[in-house]
């Protein structure tokens, strides 16, 4: 039997192991630390339990499972949980907020009319009615959507050629827009983007990615995003890892990782610290599933000369994003969904947990008092906060009070009460070092942001290493953000990579493109004549009127639309 060792077990990890033991592999998964799932994972809020309780849950930051997530979604239904699936454990989150310092916060919720995507002018006329209805001028929004078009009317080449080297603040010419433009559209949509900035992010991939996420917004489901049931690990990644030792994969933990050797051709092993004793794990083929800083760190000369595109890694940009929950006596949910706080500081996104969590004995966990979770992603450790300091500078005690401040600055209806506050989670990965040492706070986990022009730095799962693939958030993929969906998208690639190596007749893993209209689909087709040409990018045959009805812009295009069915 053929033995793979992968490197690494998080969502990456996890689903190469899963989809490798379904096709009869030998595998094994090395995980440093004590818990698998990685960024994924929960963990227990050490001490918070009391006459034997188990502690209360907590997350390096809030899952969320965006609408168009295809490969996430595909995983979860084949792991079988309590006579259902993972799969079950998802509910949907049904509204987003958009929570405003000292003014109106704005609730926004799917529309559930447009029968498909190629129904682009209900869509259209959707997005443009949410733009006015944030109170960003019609014109505006007319230019917007205009520009959204432009990307979805691009060739890939175009694509990849211009806007991927284009900054997304940049391409909707945030510039010369209104405040409130550049803080919902510009800036503030991009918050949900993992902590992407408009000035960096590249208008390839925020564009199509903030395309897919209105197309969520009126989806015929009114899928906006779908939330789990319970915490993470409960109700996902141990239900999981025990579906993958029930399929015969070996999971291992408390595996440091210290050296992956290459004899210039492939790898002959990976020597690593297993509980402190130093072992050398040999197998047929090996997957790295490991985040970008970690790898980096572990390439040899011998490693760069045989896949030159790994040298590139170093390039590839992090930054923190991380979670912080308050743990509440009475449940104070703030809306069915996801509340981005629009002017904070810290660029803070939200969730109350609890109403979700239905199935949830809150009796079981910590001093049997807490009813509710506010789940908190803090985006912006760099920037000062009210209390004129950066996040990645304060006390954990400073964190708290500045989340907090920040958070009610927002919400002042008198839903978030301090007295309500019942003891306080961060991260982990978040290593504050006591004072008066001088050292900086590091953060162990942090996340790979997307930046203009970063698609040349990330290699392929395929390397030119024959034995060497890799499953992580970094690998070109479809979605093209660090998230669990392009980790498992990167993961099933890398599998098919070991298929194709070992000449299997498996059937391969399916791989999903972003949803797209059809429709425009000709259209891209005459851009690419155009890009090959070296002309400029073709104008959209559709226009905004002036309450944001789309239509044709010339008799040409009515009769082009007609025939593509636009409507």
Known sequence: ????????????GLTAAHELADRGFDVTVYEWRPAFGGKARSMP???????????LPGEHGFRFFPGFYRHVPDTMVRIPHNGRTVADHLVTATQMMLA????????????????????????????????????????????????????????????????????????????????????????????????????EMSARTGGLILCQL??????????????????????????????????????????????IDCNGTRITGVSMSVDGQSTQVVADHYVAALPKERLQDLLTPALKAAEPRLVALPRLK??????????????KPLIPGHSIFIDSAWSLTAISQAQFWRGFDWTKRGDGRVEGILSVDISAWDKLGSNGQKANACSREEIRDEVWKQLTDHIDDGS????????????????????????????????LINTKGSWTDRPDAVTAIPNLFLAADFVRTYTDLATMEAANEAARRAVNGILDATGS??????????????????????????????LPVIKPPIKIDASGVPGPTGVLARGLLSVLGFS
């Open 45 to 55: 809020f050490p001490g918070s339990g009391t006459g034997q309780r188990k502690d």
């Open 214 to 259: 209105m197309f969520d917004l009126v989806r015929t489901d009114g899928r906006l995003d779908r939330i789990l049931d319970g915490p993470t690990s409960d109700v996902w990644i141990d239900p999981w890892t025990a579906h993958l030792e029930d399929l015969g994969v070996e999971l291992k933990h408390g595996c440091k990782i210290e050296r």
């Open 416 to 447: 978030l009460d301090d007295a309500n506050v019942l003891d306080f989670f961060l991260d982990p990965a978040i290593d504050i070092p006591a004072p008066p040492s001088k050292v900086e706070t590091k953060n162990h986990e942090p996340l």
């Open 100 to 199: 405003q310092a000292n003014g109106a916060n704005e609730v926004i919720t799917p529309t559930q009319f447009p029968p498909s995507l190629d129904n682009l002018s209900v869509t259209i006329k959707a997005i443009w009615d949410l733009g006015v209805g944030l109170g960003i001028p019609p014109l505006e929004m007319t230019a917007f959507v205009e520009r959204l078009l432009t990307l979805m009317c691009s060739c890939e080449e175009r694509r990849f050629g211009q806007w991927e080297h284009t900054s997304w603040w940049d391409f909707v010419e945030a510039d010369k827009r209104s405040v409130k433009f550049q803080k919902f559209l510009a800036r503030g949509m991009t918050r949900t983007l993992v902590a992407a900035k408009a000035e």
């Open 1 to 12: 039997m053929t033995t793979v060792a992968v490197l690494g077990g998080g969502v990456g």
């Open 318 to 331: 992090t930054d923190w994003m991380n979670g912080a929950m308050f743990y509440l006596d009475v449940d």
């Open 505 to 534: 007749t498996a059937q391969r893993c399916p791989v999903w493109p972003l949803r797209e209209p059809s429709a425009l689909a000709p259209i891209r087709r005459f851009d690419k004549l155009r890009w090959q040409a070296g």
